[in-house]
T-cell receptor
Framework: GDSVTQMEGPVTLSEEAFLTINCTYTATGYPSLFWYVQYPGEGLQLLLKATKADDKGSNKGFEATYRKETTSFHLEKGSVQVSDSAVYFCALTERTSGNTPLVFGKGTRLSVIA | NAGVTQTPKFQVLKTGQSMTLQCAQDMNHEYMSWYRQDPGMGLRLIHYSVGAGITDQGEVPNGYNVSRSTTEDFPLRLLSAAPSQTSVYFC??????????????FGQGTRLTVV
């Protein structure tokens, strides 16, 4: 079945450091790819998405590019802030066989220190 | 616009008790699902529904029941609570993939403790 693998955390960075969180996926068809963010005590919210190969999703300074050849969707940000401290989830859903449930990675906890 | 509303936010149950976690959405989404979140396990799908009257099992359905009598509501029932069901539960909704955005919207979660 479909699966998502993302780098283990926790990740601790100083403010203004560069962030990369790796995500790779396994899917039988042509998935849509997502990054969700969960701030402390809250539900998940969509950070960015990409629906086809070579698409780049971006939001709030975060970016991720859908790489079909490497089955990857790595999350990057050039300069993190304390307010970016959260848990980040990579996820996919298949579009080719109708709607399918979101499949999540295990999440990566990011802590940014001033 | 309320989005996805889950109740209650916190609940403590004794082993063997039953209860229903409520989930309602006001976005006219066809697709609704329940996940549980456990440390180190990410989010695991319990049950989902692609429309009123249609439900299906996810990865970890045992011990849970669902029904979908209306588009808006998707309650999750714990039949006989066990300590292994201690978790944070999230409800999510989205449009179906038929040519529409598949972004999922999540509720705030229900933190359940079974003692």
């Amino acid at each position: 079945g479909d699966s998502v693998t993302q780098m283990e955390g926790p990740v601790t960075l100083s403010e203004e450091a560069f962030l990369t969180i790796n995500c790779t996926y396994t899917a039988t068809g042509y998935p849509s790819l997502f990054w969700y963010v969960q701030y402390p005590g809250e539900g998940l919210q969509l950070l960015l998405k990409a629906t086809k190969a070579d698409d780049k999703g971006s939001n709030k300074g975060f970016e991720a590019t859908y790489r079909k050849e490497t089955t990857s969707f790595h999350l990057e940000k050039g300069s993190v802030q304390v307010s970016d401290s959260a848990v980040y989830f990579c996820a996919l859903t298949e579009r080719t066989s109708g709607n399918t449930p979101l499949v999540f990675g295990k999440g990566t906890r990011l802590s940014v220190i001033a | 616009n309320a989005g996805v509303t889950q109740t209650p936010k916190f609940q403590v149950l004794k082993t063997g008790q039953s209860m229903t976690l409520q989930c309602a959405q006001d976005m006219n989404h066809e697709y609704m699902s329940w996940y549980r979140q456990d440390p180190g396990m990410g989010l695991r799908l319990i049950h989902y529904s692609v429309g009123a009257g249609i439900t299906d099992q996810g990865e970890v359905p045992n011990g849970y029941n669902v029904s979908r009598s209306t588009t808006e509501d998707f309650p999750l029932r714990l039949l006989s609570a066990a300590p292994s069901q201690t978790s944070v539960y999230f409800c999510a909704s989205s449009y179906s993939s038929r040519g529409r955005d598949t972004e999922a919207f999540f509720g705030q979660g229900t933190r359940l403790t079974v003692v």
